[in-house]
């Protein structure tokens, strides 16, 4: 099934902002918007937002969503070590009656 | 707290069958739905497919038709996952997670620690 894209990797320093990008189409993230995980090696995935910029309680203000069009976009300010994991966005797609993934972003705080 | 426990981790040779659960903890299970999700090694997320634990509706990704099964015991607050006809590429890890009650409103939280499935002869 067609995925969403994400860039395979971003690379930022120690506090500084980094930006993540997920594009779809008008059928998915420009319909919906995009839900938004947080992946460290070896553990589940942990949802960071949903409907382009609801936090779920317990996750940190640092973190933003939104979208323009069919991209939408993760925001993380003042990069910690603890942000360095795999980034994914997901959302429903209309043609597909499914939700779609995308191929994932990994970040490495420098 | 909301909590999601998977089965442990299953070996089976290709052709066989998988059952995986989750049991549901710290919520009302028939008021949301549960997403099942695989990440085959070092690759990323697949939608496998979502059931409501209200009323049993599914929905299954398209290239897994016939093959997947959901269901839920609403009894013991578990849903399960069954794979049949396995093969080598269906090794990955299997999640569950917590979902809308309604399909399109599209988020996943928590999920379950996940299980392995590998499939090799």
């Known amino acids: 099934q067609a995925g969403l894209t994400q860039p395979p990797s971003v690379s930022k320093g120690l506090r500084q902002t980094a930006t993540l990008t997920c594009t779809g189409n008008?059928?998915?993230?420009?319909?919906?918007?995009a839900a938004w995980l947080q992946q460290h090696q070896g553990h589940p995935p942990k949802l960071l937002s949903y409907?382009?910029?609801n936090r779920p309680s317990g996750i940190s203000e640092r973190f933003s969503a939104s979208r323009s069009g069919n991209t939408a976009s993760l925001t993380i300010t003042g990069l910690q070590p603890e942000d360095e994991a795999d980034y994914y966005c997901s959302a429903w797609d209309s043609s597909l009656s499914a939700p779609v993934f995308g191929g994932g972003t990994k970040l490495t705080v420098l | 707290q909301v909590q999601l426990v998977q089965s442990g981790a299953e070996v089976k040779k290709p052709g066989a069958s998988v059952k995986v659960s989750c049991k549901a903890s710290g919520y009302t299970f028939t008021s949301y739905g549960i997403s099942w999700v695989r990440q085959a090694p070092g690759q990323g997320l697949e939608w496998m497919g979502w059931?409501?634990?209200?009323?049993?509706?599914?929905n299954y990704a398209q290239k897994l038709q016939g093959r997947v099964t959901m269901t839920t015991d609403t009894s013991t607050s578990t849903a399960y996952m069954e794979l049949r006809s396995l093969r080598s590429d269906d090794t990955a890890v299997y999640y569950c997670?917590?979902?809308?009650?309604?399909?399109?409103?599209?988020?996943?939280?928590?999920w379950g620690q996940g299980t392995l499935v590998t499939v090799s002869s």
């Open positions: 059931i409501s634990a209200y009323n049993g509706n599914t």
């Open positions: 008008s059928n998915n993230v420009g319909n919906q918007g």
């Open positions: 409907r382009n910029n």
């Open positions: 997670a917590r979902a809308s009650i309604t399909i399109f409103d599209n988020w996943f939280d928590p």
